[in-house]
C-alpha cells in the first residue's frame, strides 16, 4: 500500500503525465498539415505522363511489357514533341526514361527543347520504399530521392513523384508509416529548400487507402510535401468518394482512363465526375494523363486527350 505522501506524488506524477500528453496531442493537431488554401476558382491544366509509352522509350531501366517495333521507339526528347503536338500544356518526365549516366548537361537539353516547344515540365516521377527499417536500405532510399531533387532543380521540374512502400519483413503497419514519415519529413526539407514539391501517391501498400494516406500527409512536417492523387489507384467501394477526400491535399493529380472499385470490373473513368471533383477542391495544378490501357497508346492517347481536355476546360 502506498504511503500517503508517496501516494499523493503518484497522483501529481499521473496528472502531469496526462497533461504532457494531452499538450503533445494538441501540438500535433496544431502541426498538422491543412489542405492547401487555394485563392480563386480552380485552375487545370493538362499534362501527360511519359509512363504512358512505358514500352517504347529508347532509355528505359526496367524490362517492357511488351515488345515493340524499332520505329516507334521514342526519347524524351520526342515524347516532349509529342506532347506539343496534341496540344499539351505540360510533361512529366518519368525518371525511368532518362538515360543510366545521366548529366547534368543532359538535362539542361531536355530543358531547352522544352520551352523552345512551349511545353512545360510540369514534374518527374521516381520510384522508391520508405518503409524500410535498416539504416542502410533507408539511407539508401532516401539518398536516391534527394539525387532526383537535384537533377528536377537542373531540369526545372517543380514536382516529384513519390512512392511510401509496404511493410517490410517483421514490421508492423504502424512502425512501416513511421519510417516513411520520417523518410518523406528528410526529404521534403531537402526538396522545400530547392522550391520542389513531394507528392506521395497512393500507390498500394501503406496508402491503398485514403485515411492511412491522409494520416502520413498530415503527420509530415513539411509545406512542401502533399498528395500525388492517383485517380486509379483507390481500389474500395467507392472510388470517387476517396478521391475527393484526398483532393485538397493533391499538389499533383494523375488521371487514368480507368478505375477499379473493389468488386467490380475495370470500368472507363468519369472525366466529367473526376473534373468536378477538382473543381470543387479549388485544386490550380496540372492534371497529368498517365495512360496504361491496353490498346496502342499512339492510336488511344490523343482521342482520351482530346475528351480530358474538354471536361477541364468546361
Known amino acids: 500500500m502506498l504511503k500517503f505522501g508517496s501516494r499523493r506524488r503518484w497522483i501529481k506524477n499521473a496528472a502531469a503525465?496526462?497533461?504532457?500528453?494531452?499538450?503533445?496531442?494538441?501540438?500535433?493537431?496544431?502541426?498538422?498539415?491543412?489542405?492547401?488554401?487555394?485563392?480563386?476558382?480552380?485552375r487545370l491544366?493538362?499534362?501527360?505522363?511519359?509512363y504512358s509509352f512505358r514500352n517504347y522509350f529508347k532509355d528505359i531501366d526496367h524490362?517492357?511489357?511488351?515488345?515493340?517495333?524499332?520505329?516507334k521507339r521514342i526519347d524524351m526528347?520526342?515524347?516532349?514533341?509529342?506532347?506539343?503536338?496534341?496540344?499539351?500544356?505540360?510533361?512529366?518526365?518519368?525518371?525511368?526514361?532518362?538515360?543510366?549516366a545521366l548529366t547534368a548537361d543532359y538535362l539542361l537539353s531536355v530543358k531547352r527543347h522544352a520551352f523552345l516547344r512551349g511545353v512545360t515540365i510540369s514534374g518527374t516521377a521516381v520510384g522508391n520504399t520508405f518503409t524500410?527499417?535498416?539504416?542502410?536500405?533507408?539511407?539508401?532510399?532516401?539518398?536516391?530521392?534527394?539525387?532526383?531533387?537535384?537533377?528536377?532543380?537542373?531540369?526545372?521540374?517543380?514536382?516529384?513523384?513519390?512512392?511510401?512502400?509496404?511493410?517490410q519483413k517483421g514490421q508492423t503497419i504502424d512502425q512501416a508509416k513511421k519510417v516513411c514519415i520520417e523518410s518523406l519529413e528528410e526529404c521534403g526539407q531537402y526538396a522545400g529548400a530547392k522550391g520542389i514539391f513531394l507528392g506521395i501517391e497512393n500507390h498500394g501498400g501503406i496508402v491503398a487507402n485514403p485515411n492511412d494516406?491522409?494520416?502520413?500527409?498530415?503527420?509530415?512536417?513539411?509545406?512542401?510535401?502533399?498528395i500525388n492523387l492517383d485517380t486509379a489507384n483507390f481500389h474500395t467501394t467507392d472510388v470517387y468518394a476517396d478521391i475527393a477526400q484526398c483532393a485538397p491535399y493533391a499538389v499533383n493529380v494523375q488521371i487514368k482512363?480507368?478505375?477499379?472499385?473493389?468488386?467490380?470490373?475495370?470500368?472507363?473513368?468519369?472525366f466529367a465526375r473526376l473534373a468536378q471533383i477538382l473543381r470543387e477542391s479549388k485544386y490550380q495544378g496540372f492534371v497529368v494523363l498517365e495512360y496504361e490501357a491496353?490498346?496502342?497508346?499512339?492510336?488511344?492517347?490523343?482521342?482520351?486527350?482530346?475528351?480530358?481536355?474538354?471536361q477541364l476546360n468546361s
Not at 493537431?29 to 488554401?37: K, S, Y
Not at 537533377?151 to 517543380?158: K, R
Not at 482512363?257 to 468519369?270: F, L, M, N, T
Request: with cysteine.
Open 132 to 167: 524500410h527499417s535498416d539504416p542502410a536500405k533507408k539511407a539508401n532510399e532516401i539518398a536516391s530521392v534527394k539525387k532526383w531533387v537535384d537533377w528536377a532543380a537542373v531540369l526545372g521540374a517543380p514536382h516529384i513523384r513519390v512512392f511510401a512502400g509496404s511493410p
Open 257 to 270: 482512363s480507368e478505375i477499379h472499385p473493389k468488386g467490380q470490373k475495370k470500368q472507363d473513368a468519369d
Open 17 to 42: 503525465i496526462v497533461g504532457c500528453t494531452s499538450v503533445l496531442s494538441e501540438m500535433k493537431m496544431a502541426q498538422a498539415i491543412t489542405p492547401f488554401d487555394h485563392k480563386g476558382p480552380a
Open 294 to 310: 491496353q490498346p496502342d497508346p499512339y492510336d488511344a492517347i490523343p482521342e482520351i486527350l482530346n475528351k480530358l481536355r474538354k
Open 45 to 50: 491544366r493538362l499534362s501527360l505522363a511519359a
Open 77 to 100: 526528347f520526342g515524347f516532349i514533341d509529342y506532347c506539343a503536338a496534341n496540344g499539351c500544356e505540360g510533361a512529366e518526365l518519368t525518371s525511368y526514361y532518362f538515360p543510366k
Open 63 to 71: 524490362n517492357r511489357d511488351q515488345e515493340t517495333k524499332e520505329s
Open 213 to 226: 494516406l491522409l494520416e502520413i500527409v498530415k503527420a509530415v512536417q513539411s509545406p512542401w510535401v502533399g
